[in-house]
């Protein structure tokens, strides 16, 4: 059970940090993908930390900007965004992988970046 928080409205360059927190899995042991979804456009992948070495990665549009995160005393990955723009607007979801497949996903956090 994953759930999102920290979706918000703000102002072009302003930031955000969201929030997913676990409960019934334990993200120390899980792949953990921050996934983004707009109307009239596919879903994207944005961000994802690996379980063992928490090596990061980032899509193109968000690399530099936006930053993942995983605090495991808390079994809770954060999304931390910077310089947002308009085309970051979109549901945005955490899903835990299984198999190097994102398996179990949360109901997501609306981010709307007004100009």
């Known amino acids: 059970h994953l759930v999102e928080s920290g979706g918000g409205l703000v102002h072009v360059g302003g930031s955000l940090r969201l929030s997913c927190a676990a409960s019934?899995?334990?993200?120390?042991?899980?792949?953990t993908g921050w996934f983004r979804h707009a109307p009239g456009k596919e879903r994207e992948g944005v961000s994802r930390i690996d379980s063992s070495y928490g090596r990061t990665y980032y899509a193109v549009s968000a690399k530099g900007r936006f930053n993942i995160l995983r605090d495991n005393a808390k079994n809770t990955v954060y999304l931390q965004m910077n310089g947002l723009k308009p085309g970051d607007t979109a549901m945005y979801y955490c899903?835990?992988?299984?198999?190097?497949?994102?398996?179990?996903w949360g109901v997501g956090t609306q981010v709307t970046v007004s100009s």
């Open positions: 899903a835990a992988y299984v198999n190097y497949d994102p398996r179990y």
């Open positions: 019934g899995l334990s993200f120390e042991h899980h792949y």
